[in-house]
């Protein structure tokens, strides 16, 4: 079978992430953590900024997904908070709106940018990928 801490994907053995998620929509975090788990990854969905800034300090994660807008927060100054306590982590950030500036901040916090409707396939695949501190 599988080695502990690790999940079969494909071929390989990857290392199961702690991943934290912020997404004010419900249902909309409850898809995003059905396929993470189902990919064996420990999964802590938010739907307040405030509860994901706690969890943050009080269990970090591996990597995050955060929406953009959450509530009256952005899901960005999240991101940040996570970049400067993980600079090796993997940060994902959804939206609805496909902007330009967003875009630029969450690439210059080397994040990736998704647009929703997200595909899920592109999803599962944003967390399969190597770590940022592995790729070339």
């Known amino acids: 079978m ?55 300090k009080q269990n970090p994660p591996d990597s995050m997904l955060t929406d953009v807008r959450v509530g009256g927060y952005n899901g960005l100054q999240l991101a940040l908070l996570f970049r400067r306590q993980s600079p090796d982590g993997r940060v994902v950030v959804v939206t609805a709106y496909d902007d330009a500036v967003i875009r630029k901040e969450v690439k210059d916090i080397d994040g990736q940018f998704l647009v929703k409707p997200v595909k899920l396939a592109r999803l599962k695949s944003a967390f399969v990928a190597q770590p940022r501190a592995s790729v070339m």
Do not use: H, S
């Open 2 to 56: 599988g080695r502990p801490g690790l999940v079969l994907w494909g071929q390989f053995f990857m290392r199961a992430e702690k991943i934290l998620i912020l997404e004010d929509d419900p249902y909309v975090a409850d898809i995003y953590a059905r396929l993470l788990r189902g990919e064996g990854n420990d999964v802590t969905v938010c739907t307040r900024f405030e509860d994901a800034r706690t969890q943050l």
